[in-house]
């Protein structure tokens, strides 16, 4: 008999087997990519040829795809004005080799989340609300973002004809005050579309609105996305991202992201331009209005001549015809035009012989009995600079003479002559006037910042700076000066009170972008009255292409006051409204049946 010590036990295996063999057998696919991703073992049910219309364009999942050449024959079909993305190209070089002027290598990295080993993260987001795509509303809430990122947009009829599409799913993000679509990312479920044998799933169109206020919409779409490919028992969930997109790759590896040797071809066509065209030289150096402005005019086939990147100049020239910009300054208004608009005192003057309303406004003297007078009769007064931009100097509210001898220091710095005028409560409007019409209106609202219980009221303005940097090209930062004090002590606030969670404050009284401020489309609804006013101000004035300031009370009211007349709008505030068309039409008429 043996004894127990020698006899031969079953041998156990290790509860942690299966979960091992899983991540060994997850290793080997990422280091053999074109075994199992670029060109998948298939199964007998696996679709062939895939090809899904995203509304946007169509993604061709080159792993379907059995020859190079029917590959770039799908390529060759691309609708105009779409982007088509070849995505999981295995050997790329080899597709390249074979139509060199037609197609380019993408510059993105592709990342991927290993589903199984994700876990999800269950604090939800005060104030924002995501969940599915249910309505044609939301379809143009995706759009709106969409093209205040710069993305191509979808097309009008896509979501009432592909909503049922099970492989696709559209998530948003809603801001729950305003009720406005300010984020989106869509999902597609490989094995619903075409029996992927990976049972792998894509993320695209991951795009938050640049007037977000909120910190973590793009961190919190990602995560519901995740979340619902992993309820599906999906094993991994693919993204391509721009290589320099600094941000977004931050983000992604946060998440535990892990890059792949992924490739991703496309087709040469406008909309991919910069991305495989030698660049203009300094382009990099421009900014973002000089920039909207310079890419339209190169997409008609107009010589671009970066004359000062810094600056924003640039000289256009097509057919015989050369025009000197600066922005949206450009040779066609004229000296005389600009100095009205330069100085808001004049301009005031020149609108309000053309029947206008206009705020009760004088110029500040020695004479402090006229300033307290005047402070006196309308209890609260604007203070700003006679000469200037982008929002420099100017204090808004200002209810005391202390208060006042603080502003009109705070505006000399700016220009020596400074002007006392009437508050008007209200919304900011500015309303672009290109070629005495209306091409775009916007309601220009103060920068505000939302507690989340622990972080000083300083700390959460860095961060909302830090957001509208990245979102403006660096155009928009929130000062933390003495009117950002005089706002905050108004309301009973300092820099280090910590605000409690979800509470929203205005950190500054000025709506201006450069300051903070963010701008949102009412071109749609804005009342007629206020247009044919803004038109008659740029004609006044005798001014092609202008922004007119109003204060209303309501953008789909009448009522209104003159503020001052902008000789440079940015253009690029006012996507999706096609500005920067308008302005090309202008310059170069006989370009529009080519844009």
């Not at 795809?65 to 024959?73: G, K, P, Q, R, V």
């Not at 070089?93 to 876990?119: C, G, K, M, W």
């Not at 202008?546 to 440079?568: T, W």
């Amino acid at each position: 008999m043996k004894k127990v010590g020698d006899a031969t036990l079953p041998r156990q295996r290790s509860k942690g087997t299966k979960a091992v063999t899983h991540r060994l057998k997850q290793l080997r696919t990422r280091a053999q990519p074109g075994r199992h991703v670029g060109r998948p073992e298939t199964s007998g049910t696996q679709k062939k040829d895939v090809v899904l219309d995203c509304g946007w364009g169509r993604l061709v999942f080159a792993q379907t795809f059995s020859d190079h050449e029917t590959l770039l024959s799908e390529l060759r079909d691309e609708a105009p004005s779409s982007r088509d993305i070849a995505f999981y190209v295995r050997d790329p070089h080899v597709l390249l080799s074979r139509a060199p002027q037609e197609i380019f290598l993408d510059p993105s990295h592709t990342f991927r989340l290993n589903l199984s080993t994700y876990r999800a993260k269950p604090r939800r987001m005060r104030g924002i609300t995501i969940r599915r795509l249910a309505t044609e509303a939301d379809a143009e809430g995706i759009n709106h973002v969409y093209a205040a990122c710069g993305m191509v947009q979808i097309r009008s009829d896509f979501f009432s004809s592909e909503r049922d599409n099970r492989s696709l799913t559209y998530f948003v993000a809603q801001d729950d005050a305003s009720g406005e679509i300010v984020g989106t990312v869509t999902g597609i479920d490989h094995q619903r579309l075409f029996d992927d044998p990976d049972r792998a799933a894509s993320l695209w169109c991951l795009a938050v609105h640049p007037h977000a206020r909120q910190p973590g919409i793009g961190e919190k779409l990602l995560c519901k996305l995740a979340e619902h490919f992993q309820a599906r028992g999906l094993s991994y969930v693919d993204l391509s991202v721009m290589h320099d997109n600094e941000l977004a790759i931050k983000l992604y590896e946060k998440l535990n992201f892990q890059r792949m040797s992924l490739f991703t071809v496309k087709r040469k066509n406008a909309i991919n331009e910069k991305f495989f065209a030698m660049p203009h030289q300094s382009y990099d150096a421009l900014n973002p209005y000089a920039r909207l402005i310079v890419d339209e005019a190169t997409r008609r086939g107009i010589h671009v001549d970066i004359t000062d990147a810094g600056g924003g100049f640039f000289r256009l020239t097509h057919g015989g015809r050369s025009i000197h910009c600066r922005e949206s300054l450009s040779e066609l208004t004229s000296g005389v035009a600009m100095s009205i608009s330069d100085d808001k005192a004049i301009a005031r003057r020149i609108v309000s012989s053309a029947g206008l309303a206009v705020p009760e406004q004088i110029e500040v003297g020695e004479d402090r009995t006229a300033l307290q007078a005047f402070l006196e009769k309308h209890r609260k007064v604007v203070v700003k600079p006679a000469r200037g931009e982008q929002g420099r100097g100017i204090s808004i509210g200002i209810t005391t003479m202390e208060g006042l001898d603080a502003a009109i220091a705070s505006a000399r710095q700016v220009c020596d002559r400074v002007l006392l005028e009437a508050c008007f409560e209200g919304q900011d409007l500015r309303l672009v006037i290109i070629d005495y019409a209306l091409v775009a209106a916007a309601v220009r609202r103060p920068p505000a910042v939302i507690g989340d219980g622990h972080s000083t009221i300083a700390c959460l303005i860095e961060r909302q700076s830090r957001r509208r940097q990245a979102a403006t090209g660096g155009e928009s930062r929130i000062p933390i000066d003495a009117e950002t004090e005089r706002c905050l002590g108004g309301q009973g606030l300092n820099l280090e009170t910590v605000l409690d969670e979800g509470r929203e404050i205005t950190v500054r009284k000025a709506a201006n972008l450069h300051t903070g401020g963010s701008i949102h489309d009412v071109t749609d609804t804005v009342h007629s009255d206020l247009v044919a006013a803004a038109c008659r101000a740029a004609r006044a004035i005798d001014i092609p292409v202008v922004g007119i300031d109003f204060m209303v009370r309501d953008p789909s009211q009448p009522d209104y006051v003159f503020i001052e007349a902008n000789e440079r709008p940015g253009l690029a505030n006012h996507e999706p409204q096609p500005t920067a068309a308008r302005f090309v039409d202008l310059l170069f008429p006989g370009t529009r049946t080519m844009a």
